[in-house]
């Protein structure tokens, strides 16, 4: 039985990346769910870092957490990312003023008998263009809420018993109003379907899906807190373009660094990108480690822009350096670029996607 990780410092952090590497290529090929990933996160006591003492959790510092996240994305960016989901809704859980929830919940997260995740973009990043919000809800019996719609993207909905998710409240027309509730759905009821999840450029594993939602009724007491606008700003976790999404980018870069620094004592040609990537890396980290802790030298939307564009060219560098043995399915270099376009696409919020876009177009911000 393996220890359970009580600090980022712990040894076993790097036992349980190597176990999470040593099948990260056939987690991809296969794009199954991470079960046994996940199961041994549980082991090692990983879901105790993110929820606080009196739920049975570490409550780690939001730093150690972010540099576990790099240590854990440079082995299985999956597993990372879904341990991400799963945070922000035990986040979301934890903030909220609902300690009857709060109890019933947190307790069986932290020990790994619950998966939970999230579907809240559609509040932030997805769908923002269109009149009618694809997930609504209205008034319910006893306080509670109908919910109607669909949430577009929810990773691991398959998997779930419970979902945090977002809802908008509408007019007779169908627009939005500006209230909005979030709220920590069981899978259980009735209504509630998660359909097949989608093949993706990369962690297809991550089992990403559309949760459609047929006229749910939903009891009061599974609501995170009352109707308002911009439910998203109160309360902690999940929120658009954070810390731990950049922890990620920063992560896979990591992974696509070290296969060059192997190559890079019989090839010379090497050592000068490397050297220049290196550096940026570890400024990066540097400050995104500073945010963690209360001391930002950026802000977070430009932090996430270098560790994207940063995670675009350490990959593809390693595609480069393996040339056409990197380009054959089944090398990493090969997956690791797809996995870095992710960060082009997931939690972006517009200032560094028009950050992006200029970098790509090669136009100087
Ligand atoms: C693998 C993966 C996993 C994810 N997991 C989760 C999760 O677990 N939970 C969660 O909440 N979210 C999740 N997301 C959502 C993610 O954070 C983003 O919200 C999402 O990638 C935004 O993409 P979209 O296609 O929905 O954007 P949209 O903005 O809806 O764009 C869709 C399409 O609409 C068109 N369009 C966009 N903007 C405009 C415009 N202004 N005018 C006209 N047309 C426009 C474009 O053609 C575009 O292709 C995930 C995303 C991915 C890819």
Redesign the pocket.
């Known amino acids: 039985m393996p220890r359970v990780i009580t600090s980022a410092d712990d040894p076993a952090l790097a036992e349980l990346c190597g176990r999470l590497a040593g099948v990260a290529e056939a987690l991809d090929a296969s794009g199954d769910w991470p079960a046994e990933q996940l199961r041994l996160c549980g082991e090692y006591g990983v879901y105790e870092w993110f929820v606080g003492r009196q739920w049975g959790g570490q409550a780690w510092s939001q730093q150690d957490v972010l540099r576990a996240y790099l240590a854990i994305a440079s082995s299985c960016l999956t597993t990372a990312f879904v341990l991400t ?1 799963r945070e922000g809704a035990c986040r979301r859980i934890e903030s909220s003023n609902n300690t009857a929830l709060q109890a019933k919940l947190l307790p069986r997260l932290v020990r790994g008998e619950l998966f939970a ?5 559609h509040l932030t ?5 269109l009149a009618r919000p694809v997930l609504s809800y209205s008034i319910g019996a006893a306080g509670g809420v109908k919910l109607s719609g669909f949430s ?4 691991g909905a398959d998997h779930a018993d419970v979902v945090v998710v977002g809802a908008t409240g509408v007019n007779d027309d169908g627009t939005a109003k500006e209230e909005q509730i979030l709220a920590a759905v069981p899978l259980t009821l009735a209504g509630v379907k998660p359909e097949t999840p989608v093949r ?1 450029v990369g ?1 297809s594993a ?1 089992h ?1 899906g559309r949760l459609a939602f047929d006229n749910v009724a939903l009891p009061e007491q599974w609501l995170l807190g009352p109707p308002a606008p911009n439910v998203m700003a109160a309360g902690k976790g999940a929120g658009t373009g954070g810390l731990g999404t950049s922890a990620l980018a920063l992560g896979l870069a990591q992974a696509a660094l070290r296969w060059l620094e192997d190559e890079a004592p019989v090839r010379a040609e090497l050592l000068e990108p490397l050297e220049a990537l290196r550096r940026e890396a570890a400024k990066a980290e540097e400050d995104l480690l500073a945010a963690a802790r209360g001391e930002p030298a950026c802000s977070n939307d430009e932090l996430r822009q270098r560790a994207n564009s940063l995670v675009l060219r350490a990959t593809q560098s390693a595609l480069a350096a393996a040339k056409g043995a990197g380009y054959v399915v089944g090398h990493p270099a090969g997956r690791w670029c797809r996995e870095a376009l ?1 960060f082009l ?3 972006c919020p517009q200032p560094v996607l028009a950050a992006n876009l200029c970098e790509l177009a090669g136009i100087l911000e």
């Open positions: 989901q995740t999230v579907g809240i973009s990043t997805s769908r923002r263009h577009p993207w929810v990773t993706l962690l991550s990403t992710f696409v997931w939690s």
